[in-house]
């Protein structure tokens, strides 16, 4: 515990240190530091998620406030991010928000990414259907297999691009987008996680989950080794917030469909999913403490999703880099990471804001805030699973059939956050399940909040 409090004073130390410049500047007013041209701002990112470990890289963003009448909207943005985690996974991003720049009031949103994933969470399908042993991953059971029995391989190439534009007022918003997206998946690289390491500390190269899927056939031949998932995006977006980092009040609600067509390159998969989000904020004191929540919807309306891009969380606008889920620290904090995963799911957060302190350094605004937070989500649609080839001892060991359908699968937890110029989010949350089948607790620091 005293080692995640020092990397919590570091990590806010690093903020408060961040280089600003100003590109163009108006006379600052008195009581309202307002920015003005670009900012521009540079930090290591060394960050904790207790699915992936600690994060070592860099994070350079760059915001252009223009005139500084539209603060906290900016004109464009944009983020760079390069990091890796101690667990294995790696993180290259480029990241663009054009929101108050082109003409027509359109906004265009893209993001470049190559994600690498080492041992990626990888728990079956269908939530409580598939059974979690921690004992299979303890070296001190006697049920020990290995400790990555629990995880898949996962290489990533992204690239999106999305225009939204007005169609009734500045608040009812069309969106159209695709996506680019090619995967390399496949067992646990053993040699590569052994590589370096003394030979008592090696893993043993032996069967894992994801092994027995494939044997099973629950994840076909086809899809094993990854594939394309190109896709095309449209949606109807209604956003009344009244500022995007950390609103305080107003509501963000769309209605999205991704197709991924034969005829984009993916020979070998075609599929719809249907993505319904509501989001709400309201204001309890001016200012200083809010209630949020959100619930939202994601499932398959038609073809086949492949078991890669199942636990994929869809949505209009998100600068998150690893949009995994259900579980981890941007759907279900507490719960591991990938642990809900199926053809359709359903999830909510709800959670309390309050910034207690304000001020600011030199000409930029700073602030703490602390929040509580629940959240939940299950299976609504399953993964089908034929019996057949799975033995009895093997369902009774990786199983729980009793589970016609998924339960709910809750959380309760604790933040604090440290925001710059109210669109730099320090985001810090430690949270706990409620069920050990869910595992037990997770400290996440990222940024950003959750919505």
Do not use: C
Request: proline share 2%; charged share 25%; no cysteine.
């Amino acid at each position: 515990m005293k080692k995640n409090l020092l990397l919590i004073f570091a990590l806010t130390g690093l903020i408060l240190v961040q280089i600003s410049a100003t590109a163009q500047e108006e006379k600052e007013k008195k009581e309202a530091k307002i920015p003005t041209g670009l900012s521009f701002g540079g930090l290591p990112t060394i960050s904790y998620d207790a699915d992936m470990g600690f994060q070592i890289g860099g994070l350079v963003s760059l915001y252009d406030y223009g005139d500084g009448t539209k603060y906290p909207s900016y004109r464009q943005m944009m983020k760079v991010e390069v990091s890796r985690y101690t667990k294995g996974s790696g993180t290259n991003q480029i990241f663009y928000d054009a929101k108050n720049l082109l003409p027509h009031n359109l906004r265009l949103t893209a993001d470049l990414s190559y994600l690498t994933e080492k041992s990626l969470d990888f728990y079956g399908f269908n939530g409580y259907q598939s059974r979690y042993s921690k004992e299979l991953t303890d070296e001190e059971s006697d049920d020990y297999i290995t400790r990555v029995f629990y995880r898949d391989l996962r290489k990533m190439f992204r690239f999106t691009a999305d225009l939204q534009g007005q169609i009734s007022g500045p608040h009812l918003r069309w969106l159209a987008g695709f996506g680019v997206m090619s995967m390399k998946t496949g067992r646990v690289d053993f040699d590569a996680i052994n590589k370096n390491k003394d030979e008592e500390d090696k893993l043993t190269d032996t069967t894992t989950l994801f092994d027995n899927y494939v044997e099973w056939g629950i994840i076909s031949e086809k899809e094993k080794d990854g594939g394309n998932a190109n896709f095309l995006k449209a949606g109807i977006i209604y956003d009344t917030r009244d500022n995007e980092a950390n609103p305080m009040k107003g509501l963000w609600s769309e209605a999205l469909i991704t197709y991924a067509p034969k005829f984009l390159f993916n020979p070998e998969f075609s599929y719809a999913k249907l993505v319904l989000i509501h989001r709400q904020y309201f204001t309890i004191v001016k200012d200083k403490l809010s209630f949020v929540y959100r619930l939202g919807y994601q499932g398959t309306i038609g073809g086949d999703a492949p078991f890669f891009m199942q636990p994929y969380m869809l949505s209009s606008y998100s600068s998150i880099t690893k949009t995994d889920g259900l579980g981890g620290a941007k759907t279900l904090r507490g719960i591991m990471r990938d642990r809900v995963v199926g053809d359709g799911v359903a999830y909510g957060n709800l959670e309390l804001r309050w910034k207690f302190l304000k001020t600011h350094i030199g000409k930029q605004n700073l602030y703490f805030a602390l929040n509580g937070f629940s959240d939940f989500g299950m299976v609504v649609q399953q993964v089908k699973i034929d019996k057949s080839k799975i033995s009895i001892d093997d369902q009774a060991k990786y199983f729980d059939f009793s589970f016609e359908k998924d339960k709910v699968h809750p959380t309760v937890g604790a933040g604090l956050r440290v925001a710059l110029n109210e669109n730099f989010i320090l985001a810090i949350d430690y949270g706990f399940a409620t069920n050990k089948q869910d595992g037990l607790k997770g400290l996440y620091i990222n940024i950003g909040n959750l919505f």
